[in-house]
């Protein structure tokens, strides 16, 4: 069989030359029509092979391979075919041509196969219509979205003018120089100006002379970005020639990156103006009584003690009995203790008018000449002052000495029994403000009173206890005066703590002292 195949393949053959006796004509045209063919095929074979490498999804691949093979096996049967008409390769162009046969066979088999699969492959007009479809689907979807966006932005433009139209405030828009844009119907009824009459002023225009500087300084901060909105009182003049007190809020609108207009809201608080300018006018007249009354009060006190004086001096001698001498000694302590709260609201109702002079002073200072003034009273009851922390105050010397003469003195009295008292005052600075605490270990008391031990009058002990409940209240309006703040916590027969915030003068001293002991 070996010696077969190779009779055939190697057997020198006559060239089909010879057969067409080598007629120039046709012996070339066969040869241009071999090679032409074997050329096309030898590309298609090539472009199907590159189809098949970059599509690895393409489904029948198999088929594609095998057609991709038959071609490249034509193109090498022709090619032998166009060398066989002037050389004796007949039986290599057999070969090729086996070679051809069985790959195409192989092909048709497999084509038969999915022939089915294949059919079901769309056409390019029908591929082209579903696209065209789906197309046509993603525009109506697209457009229904853009009908519902607008629809959507429509509903909450109506719900935002109809806000803006009902509110019971009054909002306007405002241009960055001022001229009225928009208001609504609110706005023009506070200020009493038809929207037409709005758009030829400004904002600047109604606005009373001495309320521009504030309203500059507004605009500048806006401008400027330093807050998202501003809030301020004005005076503007209303159609009428009416001057009226507003709160005006305003904030910046952006458009494209940049500031378009204010929106700006106006309340009217006319009334509370009104009623503010009331009530500071009848405090101001009751401080004024709660003076008056309490300095006219002083002279028949003071005669009324003075006498009950005299006729006990005077009777002193005489056998009246021990129940007279009691009532005149009653008579004596009532006035006594009368002169005293006379007193106490005098000092309350003089720092209920206009502020403390004020002048730096350092705590340390203060806490010195308070223990000087009470050394003998902590000497007698073994009584401990410590300071911790130092600061310089701003404060009213004399009010801020009375503020803690009183809160040692306190300390002292309510002490417990059995323990002298230890009295420990500590100063810091915090964000902006000078703290001071002043605690102690003595019989405190229920926390529920904590801010009723303010109030004038309110004591939280028996009568037996002296003094007149008017303490804390005296302190609490000195400290209110300074724009500061006390407050107390308590704990029964724990101790007090007292709380003073005010306005920071300075840093926290540096190396304070430990502490200051008395």
Same mark, same amino acid.
């Given at each position: 069989?070996?010696?077969?195949?190779?009779?055939?393949?190697?057997?020198?053959?006559?060239?089909?030359?010879?057969?067409?006796?080598?007629?120039?004509?046709?012996?070339?045209?066969?040869?241009?029509?071999?090679?032409?063919?074997?050329?096309?095929?030898?590309?298609?074979s090539l472009l199907m092979l590159c189809v098949i490498r970059k599509r690895p999804d393409l489904e029948f691949r198999?088929?594609?391979?095998?057609?991709?093979?038959?071609?490249?096996?034509?193109?090498?049967?022709?090619?032998?075919?166009?060398?066989?008409?002037?050389?004796?390769?007949?039986?290599?162009?057999?070969?090729?041509?086996?070679? +051809?046969?069985?790959?195409?066979?192989?092909?048709?088999?497999?084509?038969?196969?999915?022939?089915?699969?294949?059919?079901?492959?769309?056409?390019?007009?029908?591929?082209?219509? +579903?696209?065209?479809?789906?197309?046509?689907?993603?525009?109506?979807?697209?457009?229904?979205?853009?009908?519902?966006?607008?629809?959507?932005?429509?509903?909450?433009?109506?719900?935002?003018?109809?806000?803006?139209?009902?509110?019971?405030?009054?909002?306007?828009?405002?241009?960055?120089?001022?001229?009225?844009?928009?208001?609504?119907?609110?706005?023009?009824?506070?200020?009493?100006?038809?929207?037409?009459?709005?758009?030829?002023?400004?904002?600047?225009?109604?606005?009373?002379?001495?309320?521009?500087?504030?309203?500059?300084?507004?605009?500048?901060?806006?401008?400027?970005?330093?807050?998202?909105?501003?809030?301020?009182?004005?005076?503007?003049?209303?159609?009428?020639?009416?001057?009226?007190?507003?709160?005006?809020?305003?904030?910046?609108?952006?458009?494209?990156?940049?500031?378009?207009?204010?929106?700006?809201?106006?309340?009217?608080?006319?009334?509370?103006?009104?009623?503010?300018?009331?009530?500071?006018?009848?405090?101001?007249?009751?401080?004024?009584?709660?003076?008056?009354?309490?300095?006219?009060?002083?002279?028949?006190?003071?005669?009324?003690?003075?006498?009950?004086?005299?006729?006990?001096?005077?009777?002193?001698?005489?056998?009246?009995?021990?129940?007279?001498?009691?009532?005149?000694?009653?008579?004596?302590?009532?006035?006594?203790?009368?002169?005293?709260?006379?007193?106490?609201?005098?000092?309350?109702?003089?720092?209920?008018?206009?502020?403390?002079?004020?002048?730096?002073?350092?705590?340390?200072?203060?806490?010195?000449?308070?223990?000087?003034?009470?050394?003998?009273?902590?000497?007698?009851?073994?009584?401990?002052?410590?300071?911790?922390?130092?600061?310089?105050?701003?404060?009213?010397?004399?009010?801020?000495?009375?503020?803690?003469?009183?809160?040692?003195?306190?300390?002292?009295?309510?002490?417990?029994?059995?323990?002298?008292?230890?009295?420990?005052?500590?100063?810091?600075?915090?964000?902006?403000?000078?703290?001071?605490?002043?605690?102690?270990?003595?019989?405190?008391?229920?926390?529920?009173?904590?801010?009723?031990?303010?109030?004038?009058?309110?004591?939280?002990?028996?009568?037996?206890?002296?003094?007149?409940?008017?303490?804390?209240?005296?302190?609490?309006?000195?400290?209110?005066?300074?724009?500061?703040?006390?407050?107390?916590?308590?704990?029964?027969?724990?101790?007090?703590?007292?709380?003073?915030?005010?306005?920071?003068?300075?840093?926290?001293?540096?190396? +304070?002292?430990?502490?200051?002991?008395?």
């Amino acid at each position: 069989m070996a010696e077969f195949d190779t009779a055939i393949v190697w057997r020198e053959w006559t060239p089909w030359g010879d057969a067409f006796l080598w007629h120039p004509g046709l012996v070339w045209v066969h040869t241009l029509a071999d090679s032409i063919i074997s050329l096309s095929y030898f590309v298609m074979s090539l472009l199907m092979l590159c189809v098949i490498r970059k599509r690895p999804d393409l489904e029948f691949r198999g088929v594609f391979l095998l057609f991709s093979l038959f071609v490249l096996c034509g193109a090498i049967s022709h090619l032998l075919a166009a060398v066989t008409l002037w050389r004796d390769v007949a039986g290599l162009h057999g070969v090729a041509k086996v070679l +051809a046969a069985g790959t195409a066979a192989t092909a048709a088999f497999l084509l038969i196969k999915h022939v089915k699969g294949i059919l079901r492959f769309p056409s390019l007009v029908t591929y082209r219509e +579903a696209l065209r479809n789906a197309s046509d689907e993603e525009f109506r979807r697209g457009l229904l979205e853009i009908q519902r966006r607008e629809e959507k932005i429509q509903q909450l433009s109506q719900d935002l003018s109809s806000t803006f139209e009902q509110a019971a405030v009054g909002i306007a828009h405002v241009g960055m120089d001022g001229s009225w844009l928009k208001a609504n119907t609110k706005l023009c009824e506070i200020l009493g100006w038809r929207l037409e009459q709005l758009r030829e002023k400004t904002l600047q225009q109604i606005t009373y002379e001495e309320d521009l500087g504030p309203g500059a300084e507004l605009i500048r901060v806006l401008a400027e970005k330093e807050q998202e909105s501003y809030s301020m009182e004005a005076r503007l003049l209303r159609g009428d020639g009416e001057l009226i007190w507003v709160q005006v809020t305003a904030s910046v609108a952006s458009y494209q990156g940049k500031d378009s207009h204010y929106i700006v809201v106006i309340e009217d608080i006319s009334d509370k103006k009104l009623v503010q300018q009331a009530l500071a006018d009848s405090n101001a007249a009751l401080e004024r009584f709660a003076y008056s009354a309490s300095h006219d009060l002083q002279e028949p006190l003071r005669k009324i003690s003075s006498f009950s004086d005299m006729l006990q001096q005077r009777l002193k001698d005489q056998d009246m009995g021990g129940e007279a001498h009691y009532e005149l000694n009653r008579i004596g302590d009532a006035a006594g203790r009368m002169r005293a709260m006379v007193d106490s609201l005098l000092q309350l109702s003089r720092y209920s008018q206009g502020a403390p002079c004020c002048e730096p002073v350092q705590l340390s200072e203060l806490v010195s000449l308070i223990r000087d003034d009470l050394l003998e009273l902590f000497t007698e009851t073994g009584a401990d002052l410590v300071l911790k922390g130092d600061l310089c105050l701003s404060v009213d010397k004399a009010g801020f000495l009375h503020v803690l003469h009183n809160l040692m003195t306190n300390s002292v009295r309510y002490a417990k029994p059995e323990e002298p008292a230890r009295i420990v005052i500590e100063a810091h600075a915090h964000k902006g403000t000078h703290v001071l605490t002043v605690s102690d270990n003595g019989r405190g008391f229920d926390n529920q009173y904590a801010q009723n031990i303010f109030e004038p009058f309110r004591r939280l002990v028996s009568r037996s206890t002296p003094g007149q409940g008017m303490g804390l209240a005296i302190c609490h309006q000195i400290i209110k005066a300074h724009k500061g703040t006390i407050s107390a916590q308590g704990t029964l027969n724990q101790g007090a703590v007292f709380t003073i915030v005010l306005p920071a003068f300075e840093p926290l001293v540096e190396n +304070a002292p430990e502490g200051v002991n008395g």
